[in-house]
């Protein structure tokens, strides 16, 4: 069974466009994360959300709108689309058990988004 | 989170060990150390974290200096599928909203040649 799911796994799109990834997870965690990796393979978190709620949002410009329907799931909407945008997005959970310097996060397979 | 430091990039032959080194001299009492790794074409994957005594799992152990200023990840057999960029990362002891992330550096790409 897939702990962390994304969809879809490749996204191809023209400049402008508005698309989204979708993201769930059946570990039953409460806490979501998007990750970005650019071209140069860096790897940044982007947003963290905490039972439904937002708690980490990265300077990320305010077309990517994160959603989170419910604790299984956190979506992902892009608007208008540039060029910059291409990357490769990888989702997250994780449940804090104990304290949060001991937290294990468990990432999704990623989403490869080109945009043209 | 704290800084830490790696070599850019390590080679190993398959079903020797591997040590990868990571330094961290700013690190805080409470700051745990833990490994990441990436497959190529794969999310990240948990390897181990530790905090001050070595730490044994199924995929790896985890050397942690007396001083903890330094840390190494062995792999007591490497096999081709541990081909990966491995992660070093510090976890701010600080249970604050903002370190809900884990902050990626370079990493250290190995090699395991057949």
């Known amino acids: 069974d897939t702990a962390v799911s994304q969809t879809p796994k490749y996204l191809v799109t023209q400049m402008g466009n508005d698309k989204s990834i979708k993201c769930e997870q059946n570990?039953?965690?409460?806490?979501m994360y998007w990750y970005k990796q650019d071209s140069k393979k860096f790897l940044k978190i982007m947003f963290s959300y905490n039972n439904k709620e937002l708690i980490i949002n990265e300077t990320v410009p305010n077309r990517f709108s994160p959603k989170s329907p419910d604790k299984a799931h956190l979506n992902l909407h892009i608007n208008s689309l540039e060029l910059g945008d291409s990357a490769v997005y990888f989702c997250?959970?994780?449940?804090?058990?104990?304290?949060?310097?001991?937290?294990?996060?468990?990432f999704g397979p990623g989403t490869r988004l080109l945009v043209l | 989170d704290a800084k830490t430091t790696q070599p850019n990039s390590m080679e190993s032959n398959e079903e020797e060990p591997v040590h990868l080194p990571c330094n961290h001299s700013?690190?805080?009492?409470?700051?745990?150390i833990h490994w990441y790794r990436q497959l190529p074409s794969q999310g990240p994957e948990y390897v181990i974290h530790?905090?001050?005594s070595n730490v044994n799992n199924r995929m790896a152990s985890l050397a942690i200096a007396e001083d903890r200023k330094s840390s190494t990840l062995i792999l007591h057999r490497a096999t081709l599928r541990d081909a990966a960029v491995y992660y070093c990362i510090l976890r701010d002891g600080n249970s604050g909203g903002s370190n809900y992330k884990l902050t990626f550096g370079k990493g250290t790409l190995l090699t395991v040649n057949p």
């Open positions: 570990l039953g965690h409460d806490t």
């Open positions: 530790g905090l001050t």
């Open positions: 700013t690190i805080s009492g409470t700051d745990y």
């Open positions: 997250a959970s994780s449940q804090v058990l104990g304290t949060l310097n001991q937290e294990t996060q468990y």
